[in-house]
């Protein structure tokens, strides 16, 4: 186990890299092999016996015609996950509403790349996902960062602010927000979608959204609908990676207006969702209520985590996601070093001085509590530097 960087090949001076790219450190949080892993938000339950039965015959079938290409459309995979999403919140979803890739970061790369470019701008406000520089980057677009309210709510004000002078092609907003766990409210969404208008998308990035407390609404409610209603501008992302428990399978979605899914089009790799990716979400997709039936521990679990962080006299995010964003920490990379070599592997992200925990199982979080008992005892670690 090692927390030492490597020097990365974009240092080497021969590599004919863009300008923009050199130096640059890859994306990653660190992946150590640690017993207890609260770092990358993901669920901490494996796939059943029976999940794993079904995937593995899943993509033996497809196997059999690997000489071939996929459905290029992956016509059935848009289907299930047009009828998940009506499941899931409540709204009538088109398959020709729904697009999917590798990931929702490649399907937020595509969003960039079909509706940013140069001379045009996306923006965001901080704190916020950390990769949506970096797809602004790679699709060579400028980029904006506001700023939320000290209590990490949104700023309107601000985003009237920015959409009138930058006039955004993309406007990326997790809800809830990673790293903070914030929502956002329907109102705030209704408005950034008047002010941004033809001028651009706006994505509301629901990697979290089947963690949210009861009452809080997804943006899904939001989409244009045929009698008029809606906003057609209006991008809302999910993933499998984060409550249905599938991040090494790699399967990203969205539910956007017909058009905004067919722009899409031009832009993605040819056969890009492979026929094994297609095979082994189409029979997660199959297996859904056992795979988010974990979630409503998870929320449990995250609530008594928050309640337990306050009572230690920390300052804590409220989070309808997943993990908990708390401190402050004069020195957070001491009380996360602390919590590594107690074997428990949280996140250094956030505002200076916080730190986020992803929701573990009840034994995981037992073992991070007890980790920052010890390291809040500690004379370097503790005190908090408001
Ligand atoms: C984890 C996460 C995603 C999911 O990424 P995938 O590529 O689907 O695994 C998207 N957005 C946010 C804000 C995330 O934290």
Same mark, same amino acid.
């Given at each position: ?40 938000n ?66 937020? @790369? ?45 700023? @309107? ?17 997790p809800s809830p927000n990673n790293p903070t766990g914030t929502a ?23 990697a979290y959204a089947e963690f949210r ?9 939001? @989409? ?18 984060k409550a ?55 929320r449990?679990?995250r ?16 989070s309808d996601a997943n993990f908990v964003l ?32 992803s929701i ?27």
């Amino acid at each position: 186990m090692s927390t030492s960087t490597q020097p990365t090949s974009t240092e080497r001076s021969w590599v004919p890299l863009r300008e923009e790219l050199r130096g640059v450190e890859p994306y990653g949080a660190p992946q150590l092999d640690v017993p207890v892993q609260l770092n990358v938000n993901e669920n901490p339950y494996a796939p059943s016996a029976a999940v794993v039965e079904d995937v593995a015959a899943s993509v033996a079938r497809a196997a059999t015609t690997l000489n071939r290409y996929p459905d290029r459309e992956f016509t059935e995979l848009r289907e299930g996950l047009a009828a998940y999403l009506g499941r899931e919140a409540g709204v009538v979803v088109d398959p020709a509403q729904v697009w999917a890739a590798n990931g929702s970061n490649e399907v937020m @790369l595509q969003l960039l790349q079909a509706f940013g470019g140069p001379g045009r701008t996306a923006i965001s406000f901080a704190p916020t996902y950390s990769m949506y520089p970096e797809y602004a980057r790679d699709a060579m677009t400028g980029w904006v960062a506001g700023r939320r309210h000290e209590d990490f709510s949104f700023d @309107l004000d601000e985003a009237r602010r920015l959409v009138r002078e930058h006039r955004p092609s993309v406007v990326l907003l997790p809800s809830p927000n990673n790293p903070t766990g914030t929502a956002l409210p329907h109102d705030v969404i209704g408005t950034l979608c008047e002010l941004v208008g033809d001028d651009g998308v706006v994505v509301i990035d629901e990697a979290y959204a089947e963690f949210r407390r009861a009452g809080t609404p997804s943006a899904l409610e939001l @989409l244009a609908t045929a009698d008029g209603q809606g906003h057609r501008n209006l991008v809302v992302t999910r993933t499998m990676s984060k409550a249905f428990a599938l991040a090494g399978a790699r399967l990203g979605y969205l539910a956007a207006a017909p058009e905004l899914c067919d722009a899409l089009r031009v832009v993605r790799l040819p056969y890009h969702l492979s026929a094994v990716t297609q095979a082994t979400a189409l029979a997660a997709l199959r297996h859904a209520d056992e795979l988010l039936g974990k979630v409503e521990e998870l929320r449990a679990e995250r609530d008594r985590t928050v309640a337990w962080l306050e009572e230690q006299g920390l300052e804590v995010a409220p989070s309808d996601a997943n993990f908990v964003l708390f401190g402050r920490f004069a020195d957070r990379q001491a009380v996360w070093q602390r919590l590594l070599d107690d074997g428990v592997l949280i996140r250094v992200t956030g505002p200076e001085g916080w730190l986020r925990v992803s929701i573990g199982t009840a034994a995981e979080m037992q073992a991070f509590r007890s980790a920052l008992t010890g390291a809040l005892a500690h004379p370097t670690t503790e005190g908090a530097g408001r």
